[in-house]
């Protein structure tokens, strides 16, 4: 199985500033077809899962600006500009290349 | 607007079984392949299974093989998972998510909690 490691568990941050998220897959997530099978989450709290980014750095439907993602085969980067209240919860990233489907084990933004 | 609704969950003792449904709409679920993704109380998330939208492949996480299985009925745009044998460490929430071509899960229900305890 592939195994993603996220860091830091969490990060508190004033609002305004900036938060980075690191994921690390055990695997290149670089299919021959050119895709890179690396997209990031966000569970608000007491809410499922909200699809933040799909292949490394494509915002998803209705996501904000502020969220970007960067980086290429093994390690990958969520960055969140100028955070806001709304941007609390734990972000996964999860690897799709191969079954089975495995996540890394969360980072909590929390607010200063 | 897409919905997934899952339901069935609830308290049961070890060793007993359940099913739950997730119910989609807004989408052409025949076109969607399927995902159950858990998640235990207080824990990260854990794929565990999942169905091409013919129904033609399932995948399952070592940890339910041969306990659970996926099905879909795509005349009642309904999603399923049989759970036999129900472990304590089975207790978590179970979502159901869609996607399409690509396995990446792009939209989840609200999940539905199972409690697995004597």
């Known amino acids: 199985d592939i195994m993603m490691t996220q860091s830091p568990l969490s990060v508190a941050v004033t609002p305004g500033e900036s938060a980075s998220i690191s994921c690390r897959s055990s695997k290149s997530l670089l299919h021959s077809n050119g895709i890179t099978y690396l997209s990031w989450y966000l569970q608000r709290p007491e809410k499922s899962p909200q699809l933040l980014i799909y292949?490394?750095?494509n915002l998803a439907s209705g996501v904000s600006g502020r969220f970007s993602g960067s980086g290429s085969g093994t390690d990958f980067t969520l960055k969140i500009s100028r955070v806001e209240t709304e941007d609390v919860g734990i972000y996964y990233c999860?690897?799709?290349?191969?079954?089975?489907?495995?996540f890394g084990s969360g980072t909590k933004l929390e607010i200063k | 607007e897409v919905q997934l609704v899952e339901s069935g969950g609830g308290l049961v003792k070890p060793g007993s079984s359940l099913k739950l449904s997730c119910v989609a709409s807004g989408f052409t679920f025949s076109s969607y392949g399927m995902h159950w993704i858990r998640q235990a109380p207080k824990k990260g998330l854990e794929w565990i299974a999942l169905?091409?939208?013919?129904?033609?492949?399932?995948y399952y996480a070592d940890s339910v093989k041969g306990r659970f299985t996926i099905s879909r009925d795509n005349s009642k745009n309904t999603l399923y998972l049989e759970m036999n044998s129900l472990r304590s460490e089975d207790t978590a929430m179970y979502y159901c998510a869609k996607y399409y071509g690509l396995l990446l899960p792009d939209y989840w229900g609200q999940g539905v909690m199972v409690t697995v305890s004597s």
């Open positions: 999860v690897q799709f290349l191969e079954v089975p489907l495995t």
């Open positions: 169905i091409y939208y013919d129904s033609s492949n399932k």
């Open positions: 292949q490394i750095s």
